[in-house]
T-cell receptor
Framework: DGGITQSPKYLFRKEGQNVTLSCEQN?????MYWYRQDPGQGLRLIYY???????QKGDIAEGYSVSREKKESFPLTVTSAQKNPTAFYLC?????????????FGQGTRLTVV | GENVEQHPSTLSVQEGDSAVIKCTYS??????FPWYKQELGKRPQLIID?????GEKKDQRIAVTLNKTAKHFSLHITETQPEDSAVYFC?????????????FGKGTRLHILP
């Protein structure tokens, strides 16, 4: 379904624990993105990667970390330094945007920190 | 960095009437402007896009216009139907080598009234 898979769909964690959200795509896309969605805030960019072993901070990177060891995978770690981690997280991928093409989204992970 | 402003945040229209959502962008290097629709509980999906070398694009009941001078683009939905109820996001993309990311507006929640 769309070729980009996020897991799990729902995630609960205790405050102070790190948690890693998975994102895998089989679309052979170079670019991958992580967005956070909060009510009334739209989609805010956390991190993005244009190529394997390289990534850049987005607008709200503090408290998050990523890796891009494989083209297909772009996991996001929400660390204990993130002050308000409860949110809906969306991963997306696109062809290298030199072509400026459509971004395909995963189904999202709803993270709740208690 | 690039900023995308979207208005209104909420829009209610009678079924059969037209809906217009407006966005402005800050970086004149932006050259690709997609629109995404997110139905409740689902992932955002592309509904139409426009590139900076085009002023208008139509796809059935949906059209997008771009004014590069004013750095302004709009989504027009005609003959609205109940299934048009959703959150709509505009976005702008800056190509490499300057950048390689997609920045979204905060979204417009569209309600189609019976």
């Amino acid at each position: 379904d769309g070729g980009i898979t996020q897991s799990p769909k729902y995630l609960f964690r205790k405050e102070g624990q790190n948690v890693t959200l998975s994102c895998e795509q089989n679309l052979n896309h170079d670019a991958m993105y992580w967005y956070r969605q909060d009510p009334g805030q739209g989609l805010r960019l956390i991190y993005y990667s244009q190529i394997v072993n390289d990534f850049q901070k987005g607008d709200i990177a503090e408290g998050y970390s990523v890796s891009r060891e494989k083209k297909e995978s772009f996991p996001l770690t929400v660390t204990s330094a993130q002050k308000n981690p409860t949110a809906f997280y969306l991963c997306a991928s696109s062809m290298r945007t030199g072509a400026n093409t459509e971004a395909f989204f995963g189904q999202g992970t709803r993270l709740t920190v208690v | 960095g690039e900023n995308v402003e979207q208005h209104p945040s909420t829009l209610s229209v009678q079924e059969g009437d037209s809906a217009v959502i407006k966005c402005t962008y800050s970086d004149s290097a932006s050259n690709y402007f997609p629109w995404y629709k997110q139905e409740l509980g689902k992932r955002p999906q592309l509904i139409i896009d426009i590139r900076s070398n085009v002023g208008e694009k139509k796809d059935q009941r949906i059209a997008v216009t771009l004014n590069k001078t004013a750095k302004h683009f709009s989504l027009h939905i005609t003959e609205t139907q109940p299934e048009d109820s959703a959150v709509y996001f505009c976005a702008a993309s800056i190509p490499p080598p300057r950048d390689d990311k997609i920045i979204f507006g905060k979204g417009t929640r569209l309600h189609i009234l019976p």
